[in-house]
């Protein structure tokens, strides 16, 4: 298929839908991490002259704590009081930080759970939130221009350590206590990344005995993406199945995304999961305002919510547009199906330790495991099989693949389209509820195909078919 285009051969620097990510090296260099930081502080001072505290943290990615050292060094001279975080942090953790030290916002270097060559810089505006896209467009302009904040007094670098305070806001909204009198046992696959000390920590503080598995900093993730994905998650399964523990759990590289074992081996996907927990939360809060998710993410949330009498958004993919109807008080729940979620009172931020926590805590409450608990909400409002795969951007894609997407033809893969989509990428709907999305991912060089049926082999039938009108 041709050499993969890399994003800044065509793009420069650019902020995706998780900040600005590059292989180290060769684009994520000492360099560009000053004219991004740079860009940030220039970016603050035009809202606000004054100085104020910026957190800024990194996850266990190679040198990840010599970049945040660099960027804080510059902030500080541009007048910050920088708050450098102590050790590899997970990103809601540095969300909590922001908005309880009343921060001008966060730098954080990570690429969350891109392959370990990757690093990154995922900005937060004061709320805690991802940066929304008309801040990156000024930051990035401010790249462009190269642009600088001059320097001011006031400036200061001091260590941090944040997780006290984020574990404790957490124990606020887990109900431990019924985790711990259902006793169950855990085991927790920490990927090598920021999670490690904190879920499985917070488990034990609470009587429960955890077994932790790749708890120590290794910069190449055992050679793999530090994503908790299925197939990633072999020696988790393993830990289950050979000790009969209840639930086995994991993060991924920053602690944003969340993978789940049942105690029958079984992955359970983030869409299960996610429409799982906003039954669990309707019927255990009683909450009764609205559910959020991706374009991308499964119509089963959509089911859910109209049997629990929930209104449903939609959002384009990217956690800050979630994150704004968290800030309003306007769902109980938001997801992606990349294994995003947050909850009403939360975050404005993914948060993989959270849903993890959740998870155990449905399980403890209704008696029953994930797998028995889907089963039962299957009969309320039907299944639904959810599946994505991507497609490697190379020349030949890229150079058509606006005008590809620009289409709007009247079938793909023998099946009449009834409506195309333009919310994020293209979504094209079929009959009987059945729907395909395409979008050029932005994290990565590929496009992602995803889709969605009432049947299982009509699921496959659909991937294929959109990989075949991708490729021509």
């Known amino acids: 298929m041709g050499r993969a285009i890399r994003r800044s051969e065509t793009m420069g620097?650019?902020?995706?839908?998780?900040g600005w990510r590059a292989i180290i090296a060769e684009d994520f260099t000492f360099d560009n991490v000053r004219l991004v930081t740079n860009a940030i502080c220039s970016y603050l001072k035009t809202e606000d002259q004054s100085g104020g505290k910026l957190i800024i943290g990194h996850d266990s990615r190679f040198m990840g704590e010599t970049f945040a050292s660099v960027a804080a060094e510059i902030a500080s001279r541009k007048g910050y009081e920088v708050l450098k975080c102590t050790g590899p942090t997970p990103t809601p953790t540095i969300s909590h930080a922001v908005r309880r030290l009343?921060?001008?916002?966060?730098?954080n270097f990570t690429a969350s759970h891109n392959p370990p060559e990757y690093q990154g810089i995922k900005f937060s505006t004061a709320d805690g939130a991802p940066a929304l896209p008309a801040i990156t467009k000024a930051i990035e302009a401010g790249i462009e221009g190269r642009t600088q904040a001059e320097d001011a007094v006031g400036g200061s670098v001091e260590d941090h350590d944040p997780a006290p305070d984020y574990l404790a806001d957490l124990e606020s909204k887990i109900r431990f206590d019924v985790i711990t009198a259902a006793g169950g046992r855990y085991a927790y696959d920490a990927l090598w990344g920021t999670g490690r000390g904190y879920l499985d920590n917070i488990l034990r503080k609470h009587g429960l005995e955890v077994e932790t598995i790749h708890d120590w900093r290794d910069v190449t993730f055992g050679g793999r993406s530090p994503e908790p994905a299925e197939d990633h998650m072999d020696e988790l399964r393993a830990a289950v199945a050979d000790n009969k523990l209840t639930l086995g759990l994991s993060t991924d590289g920053d602690g944003d995304r969340f993978g789940v074992i049942d105690s029958n081996g079984a992955f359970i996907a983030a869409n299960e999961m996610i429409a799982l927990l906003t039954d669990y939360l309707a019927e255990s809060r009683e909450w009764k305002l609205g559910v959020a998710r991706s374009v991308a993410t499964s119509h089963l949330v959509?089911?859910?919510?109209?049997?629990?009498?929930?209104?449903?958004?939609?959002?384009?993919?990217?956690?800050?547009?979630?994150?704004?109807?968290?800030?309003?008080?306007?769902?109980?729940?938001g997801g992606e199906e990349s294994a995003g979620l947050s909850i009403r009172g939360h975050y404005p931020e993914k948060d993989g330790i959270l849903a993890c926590l959740l998870a155990a805590e449905a399980v403890a409450a209704r008696g029953a495991s994930l797998a028995e608990q889907l089963d039962e909400l299957y009969e309320r409002v039907g299944r639904l099989y959810s599946g994505r795969i991507g497609v490697r951007l190379t020349p030949g894609i890229s150079e058509g693949l606006v005008e590809l997407l620009g289409r709007?033809?009247?079938?793909?893969?023998?099946?009449?389209?009834?409506?195309?989509?333009?919310t994020d990428g293209v979504k094209f709907f079929f009959s009987a509820g059945d729907w395909m999305l395409m979008r050029p991912s932005g994290t990565e060089p590929l496009v992602r195909i995803y889709a969605e049926s009432e049947s299982e082999s009509v699921l496959e039938e659909l991937l294929t078919s959109g990989e075949r009108y991708l490729l021509g």
């Not at 009343?102 to 730098?107: I, P, Q």
């Not at 919510?305 to 994150?323: D, M, S, Y």
């Open 13 to 18: 620097i650019r902020f995706g839908t998780s």
């Open 102 to 107: 009343g921060a001008r916002g966060a730098l």
């Open 302 to 333: 959509d089911r859910v919510a109209e049997n629990r009498g929930l209104t449903i958004f939609e959002t384009p993919v990217g956690f800050k547009f979630i994150g704004e109807m968290i800030n309003r008080d306007e769902i109980i729940l």
């Open 408 to 422: 709007e033809p009247r079938e793909i893969g023998g099946r009449r389209v009834e409506r195309i989509d333009r």
